[in-house]
């Protein structure tokens, strides 16, 4: 079972940045897609970007211009550099990674992003 460890969530003020990392416990030659999903109270879960095995992006109109996937396959990595936050970016970020042969979905368990003054 593949497991996804996020980390480096936590409380910025408004115009501030983070990085996200999602580690996975197995090589990520597996997934074809690799992203990000947030939630935030009340709403559904939403795409916030997307980066393929072929390193396509795709980012949601609300994040373009300031956030950034990438990843790092020797360290079996996915990360995403948020700046310029805004308070509607608070929610909680979970990583995503499908298996390019099950096309199952893997999710990790979440990491907080406030951001408020």
């Known amino acids: 079972q593949v497991q996804l460890v996020e980390s480096g969530g936590g409380l910025v003020q408004p115009g501030g940045s983070l990085r996200l990392s999602c580690a996975a416990s197995e090589s990520i030659f597996r997934f074809n897609t690799m992203g990000w999903y947030r939630q935030a109270p009340g709403k559904e879960r939403e795409l916030v970007a997307v980066?393929?095995?072929?390193?396509?992006?795709n980012y949601a109109d609300s994040v373009k211009g300031r956030f950034t996937i990438s990843r790092d396959n020797a360290k079996n990595t996915v990360y995403l550099q948020m700046n310029s936050l805004k308070p509607e970016d608070t929610a909680v970020y979970y990583c995503?990674?499908?298996?390019?042969?099950?096309?199952?979905?893997?999710w990790g368990q979440g990491t907080q992003v406030t951001v408020s003054s």
């Open positions: 980066i393929t095995s072929g390193l396509t992006t």
């Open positions: 995503n990674c499908q298996d390019r042969i099950s096309l199952y979905n893997y």
